[in-house]
């Protein structure tokens, strides 16, 4: 059965303390890996898509990479406005089709 | 940019009433998808749609359908509100690139 893990749940962080979250993920035929991340009452905001082992893109303080069973999203030197809960969702299938996982609730004190 | 719009941002209705929720998109995207959001179950897919009056069902489609009669236009109905279907529902749309795109959400409560 595909499955998509994120960890840790919850992470708190002091303002620059640079940190990473993990997604790992257990699928046959991935097609994309995707990082959303989500404000409380809001709908998810697209970050990322990676499509291949070894990919990495970058944006502001935040870097996501790909392996070819996990991805990690590198968040350097955070501030407190990069306070969200981040989604790493996959799809396998040409429909497009996204399994999310958890979700990491990330906290970012001045 | 891409838009996608939701009808309501929140929206309250009691047990046993017909629901729509509209979704709207501005990028003629073909594929568009309606997911629920718990807390503890994160987002889980109800329907999507990949053409106009085309429609596959997701992994929790029990107790909704959906419309699309217009390519921009995709409607999830609750033909019997229940209070099990309480929730934040977010649509989103798809382009090429299988990267989705999320509307604002619709904060459901059913009494």
Known sequence: ?????????????QEGESSSLNCSYTV??????????????KGPEFLFTLYSAGEEKEKERLK????KKESFLHIT?????????YLCAVTTDSWGKLQFGAGTQVVVTP | DVKVTQSSRYLVKRTG????????????HENMFWYRQDPGLGLRLIY?????????KG?????????????ERFSLILE????????????????????????????????
């Open chain 1, 1 to 13: 059965e595909d499955q998509v893990t994120q960890s840790p749940e919850a992470l708190r962080l």
């Open chain 1, 28 to 41: 046959s035929g991935l097609r994309g890996l995707f990082w959303y991340r989500q404000d409380p009452g």
């Open chain 1, 64 to 67: 996501a990479t790909l392996t």
């Open chain 1, 77 to 85: 030197a955070p501030k407190p406005e990069d306070s969200a809960t």
């Open chain 2, 17 to 28: 009433e017909k629901v729509f929720l509209e979704c709207v998109q501005d990028m003629d």
């Open chain 2, 48 to 56: 999507f749609s990949y053409d106009v009056k085309m429609k596959e």
């Open chain 2, 59 to 71: 992994d929790i489609p029990e107790g909704y359908s959906v419309s699309r009669e217009k390519k």
């Open chain 2, 80 to 111: 019997s509100a229940s209070t099990n279907q309480t929730s934040m529902y977010l649509c989103a749309s798809k382009e090429s690139t299988d990267t989705q795109y999320f509307g604002p959400g619709t904060r459901l409560t059913v009494l």
